[in-house]
T-cell receptor, first 115, second 116 residues
Framework: GNSVTQMEGPVTLSEEAFLTINCTYT??????LFWYVQYPGEGLQLLLK?????DKGSNKGFEATYRKETTSFHLEKGSVQVSDSAVYFC??????????????FGKGTKLSVIP | GAGVSQSPRYKVAKRGQDVALRCDPI?????LFWYQQALGQGPEFLTY????????KSGLPSDRFFAERPEGSVSTLKIQRTQQEDSAVYLC??????????????FGEGSRLTVL
């Protein structure tokens, strides 16, 4: 079956530090890969995505590259801000029954950025 | 509103009670998903609707869980005879078209269920 493993948190960084959150996956097909973010008091929202190998997703200064050879999709940001404090979820989407696509999530990594 | 709306935001139930959780998806969104998120875990798939048709309910943990979307918009997740292990946040998400592999789901803020 499909699964996603991401580094456990919490992660605490100082403002302007470099961020990496590791994510690896197991899938039977050719999944699309995603990072979702949950800010305090808000619902999950899509941060970035990549739909095929070697694609790079990027948004709000965050980047992740779909690496098929290492089955990874690590999230990076060069300089974090206090406003990036949130829980980050790595996820994959693969074909499920009846033509639908189902998201499989990792456990989430809580990031706290301190001034 | 513009986003996915869920109610109630918080529900405390005594063990054995029935609960109903409501989801109002984004207008015009064909697909609707329910996920369960236990404390410290990622969301786990429960069920999927395309319009009013429930096309996948493989993630429902037991026959105490039932979901419906009779008119293809609002959905209700019902849990009968609640147990303590049902305590979790129940997330609803919608998308314009669940048949495409975009993965861009729009989530509500969730309904936090606590079973005493």
């Amino acid at each position: 079956g499909n699964s996603v493993t991401q580094m456990e948190g919490p992660v605490t960084l100082s403002e302007e530090a470099f961020l990496t959150i590791n994510c690896t996956y197991t899938a039977t097909g050719y999944p699309s890969l995603f990072w979702y973010v949950q800010y305090p008091g808000e619902g999950l929202q899509l941060l970035l995505k990549a739909t095929k190998a070697d694609d790079k997703g990027s948004n709000k200064g965050f980047e992740a590259t779909y690496r098929k050879e290492t089955t990874s999709f690590h999230l990076e940001k060069g300089s974090v801000q206090v406003s990036d404090s949130a829980v980050y979820f790595c996820a994959l989407s693969d074909r499920a029954g009846a033509g639908s696509y189902q998201l499989t999530f990792g456990k989430g990594t809580k990031l706290s950025v301190i001034p | 509103g513009a986003g996915v709306s869920q109610s109630p935001r918080y529900k405390v139930a005594k063990r054995g009670q029935d609960v109903a959780l409501r989801c109002d998806p984004i207008s015009g969104h064909v697909s609707l998903f329910w996920y369960q998120q236990a404390l410290g875990q990622g969301p786990e798939f429960l069920t999927y609707f395309q319009n009013e048709a429930q096309l996948d309910k493989s993630g429902l943990p037991s026959d105490r869980f039932f979901a419906e979307r009779p008119e293809g918009s609002v959905s209700t997740l019902k849990i009968q005879r609640t147990q303590q292990e049902d305590s979790a946040v129940y997330l609803c998400a919608s998308s314009l078209d669940g048949a495409t592999n975009t993965g861009e789901l729009f989530f509500g803020e969730g309904s936090r269920l606590t079973v005493l």
